[in-house]
T-cell receptor, first 117, second 112 residues
């Protein structure tokens, strides 16, 4: 498989459930990202990992817990979510640290459509 | 802070019409500029990008020119097709920083 893949594509969960979203990139990149896309709002960056180390957490509630076991895989563990957490969760990857310094392109997966009941 | 602003509201136009979506930015430093497209049910795909002033990005008939004097990166296409119906996002990335700031996106609907 090529590019960035995400599973599952759709997820419905209750507020007391625990679930995980998975992302895998096949591009040899060293940085991975979680974004939240809600209706009528700009794309929100949630977490950033560089070389498996978390480098950014944009004030995300603790009910979202990321995990990056290696530079190709990224998980988002979910527990006790709220209905307002319903959204499309997008994973992306890029290659950081190029000599030129210009921002590298981020490549996105298809997203997981999450519905919290 | 660094940000991009896209014109408000969806865009509806007929097939073969000319498309313009405005994007202006605010940034300190030397940003790279991107247009991403999101087709229904999919993630974002890079459409085109420009990394310095006066660069023109182009792809699939779409073009955008990095205008430092007007801090703009407007997207244009001369003749749209129904298959161009999607949401288009302008994004900014700072030099030396791989974080992207996205605009709110514009829904484009092309009618046959």
């Amino acid at each position: 498989e090529t590019g960035v893949t995400q599973t599952p594509r759709h997820l419905v969960m209750g507020m007391t459930n625990k679930k995980s979203l998975k992302c895998e990139q096949h591009l040899g990149h060293n940085a991975m990202y979680w974004y939240k896309q809600s209706a009528k709002k700009p794309l929100e960056l949630m977490f950033v990992y560089n070389f498996k180390e978390q480098t950014e957490n944009n004030s995300v509630p603790s009910r979202f817990s990321p995990e990056c076991p290696n530079s190709s895989h990224l998980f988002l563990h979910l527990h006790t979510l709220q209905p307002e957490d319903s959204a499309l969760y997008l994973c992306a990857s890029s290659q950081e640290g190029r000599v030129s310094g210009a921002t590298d392109t981020q490549y996105f997966g298809p997203g997981t459509r999450l519905t919290v009941l | 802070g660094d940000s991009v602003t896209q014109m408000e509201g969806p865009v509806t136009l007929s097939e073969e019409a000319f498309l313009t979506i405005n994007c202006t930015y605010t940034a300190t430093g030397y940003p790279s500029l991107f247009w991403y497209v999101q087709y229904p049910g999919e993630g974002l795909q890079l459409l085109l990008k420009a990394t310095k002033a006066d660069d023109k990005g182009s792809n699939k008939g779409f073009e955008a020119t990095y205008r430092k004097e007007t801090t703009s990166f407007h997207l244009e296409k001369g003749s749209v097709q129904v298959s161009d119906s999607a949401v288009y996002f302008c994004a900014l990335g700072l030099y030396g920083n791989n974080r992207l700031a996205f605009g709110k996106g514009n829904q484009v609907v092309v009618i046959p």
